[in-house]
């Protein structure tokens, strides 16, 4: 059996496609509450999951004047099946049943169609954990979208949940993740969006205490009820050097750039530069 609570406060970017238009970032806090267990039956087994997902919005800076984001509270309920045969041990066939509520907790603005819905997502794929070389974990499946208002039309999208760790050396580590995921809307009309994102990343550890990263990643993102859709692009570089087993000090550099089909004002280059401590028990 296992499960667990989480209180994360966030902050949502100028340019995260969830953002309302706000000149400034628009803070969020995010608790998260899980359970669940696994049978296992010979080669069969059976992991059912329960989740709770509740999201609250402080206010937002649009056209100079702070606007309250309320309306966008919601919980999101989670119930979740996974089932998986062993062909051998660490290969495993998946099937995964997801279905997700989302209820809007607040009055929404005059306007503003409410996003109140019910998702239904099945994925299957393989799970490789075996030879310490190459790891991988590949889901692919449906992803459906009904709202509770019929003025909002359902939205059907493919699912990915994509994870490979490939192991050359001893020394040296190549991942690549991919997944999709169907976003909820922040401003009327919008309906929600898709967006899929891919990323490959080689770590290496130069001495026993210092590890460089390089990465690159794309993201594409569509809008459901709009013609808006972008391609993101970034390229990481960096060094963390580990002070101590509760010490991780980071340095880096990375470039963004999304390129806009339909809205200029979507498109923007940021380059950045960071140093980040990480601190752990």
Do not use: C
Not at 97 to 126: C, H, K, W
Not at 188 to 204: E, K, L, M, S
Not at 254 to 273: E, G, K, M, N
């Amino acid at each position: 059996m296992f499960g667990g609570v989480e209180h994360e406060t966030r902050h949502e970017l100028q340019d995260d496609p969830s953002s309302p238009g706000s000149s400034e970032p628009v803070q969020y806090t995010l608790d998260r509450a899980f359970a669940g267990t696994r049978y296992g039956f010979n080669r069969l087994f059976f992991q059912p999951e329960v989740a709770l997902r509740s999201y609250r919005y402080d206010t937002a800076v649009i056209d100079g004047f702070d606007q309250s984001q309320s309306y966008r509270d919601r919980d999101v309920y989670i119930g979740a099946l996974t089932t998986g045969y062993a062909l051998s041990p660490g290969r495993n066939l998946n099937l995964v049943g997801r279905v997700y509520r989302s209820n809007y907790i607040n009055t929404q603005p005059a306007g503003f169609i409410p996003y109140d819905s019910t998702t239904y997502e099945l994925m299957t794929g393989v799970d490789y954990d075996s030879d310490g070389i190459w790891n991988y974990r590949v889901l692919l499946g449906v992803r459906f979208r009904e709202y509770d208002d019929n003025r909002l039309k359902s939205t059907t999208n493919f699912a990915l949940d994509g994870y490979v760790s490939y192991r050359p050396t001893a020394m040296t580590t190549v991942t690549g993740t991919a997944f999709s995921v169907m976003e909820e809307g922040a401003t009327p009309g919008d309906g929600g969006y898709n967006r899929v994102t891919g990323n490959i990343a080689i770590d290496h550890e130069y001495l026993r205490n210092v590890i460089l990263h390089l990465s690159v990643g794309a993201e594409y993102v569509d809008y459901v009820s709009q013609n808006r859709s972008w391609t993101t692009l970034r390229e990481t570089v960096g060094a963390t050097y580990l002070v101590n087993r509760n010490v991780q000090l980071s340095v880096g550099y990375t470039r963004t750039d999304r390129v806009a089909t339909s809205r200029d004002l979507d498109a923007f280059s940021r380059d950045l530069a960071f140093v980040r401590v990480r601190l752990a028990l």
